[in-house]
């Protein structure tokens, strides 16, 4: 029987890069956006793991996300994205 060798990439990958889809999408990779200091913009996450007043933890498919900082509230949440408004001092990717 003959070894398969690997080419560049898989199947996957190749059909990502050929129709040009955005990662976050193929992946299901976690997606932040943050507006300045006072806003953040949560997609592709999995779950609140913890809430307090001055931190938040976040898990996401490949990492859990730790959010530090003043006053943070979570404006509001559906099972694709969440929004987190307070200011925020820190950004932290926990493995």
Do not use: W
Not at 49 to 56: A, D, F, G, T, W
Not at 78 to 87: H, L, Y
Request: proline fraction near 1%; include cysteine.
């Amino acid at each position: 029987m003959r070894k398969r060798t690997s080419r560049s990439g898989g199947i996957k990958e190749n059909m990502i890069r050929a129709f040009e889809l955005p990662a976050d999408l193929a992946y299901g990779s976690v997606l932040l956006s943050v507006t300045g200091q006072n806003e953040l913009l949560i997609e592709n996450y999995r779950g609140i793991l913890e809430y307090k007043e001055n931190h938040i933890r976040i898990q996401a498919k490949d990492c859990r996300i730790l959010i530090i900082g003043k006053r943070l509230q979570v404006e509001y949440y559906t099972n694709e994205e969440m929004k987190i408004k307070g200011f925020i001092e820190q950004i932290i990717y926990e493995n």
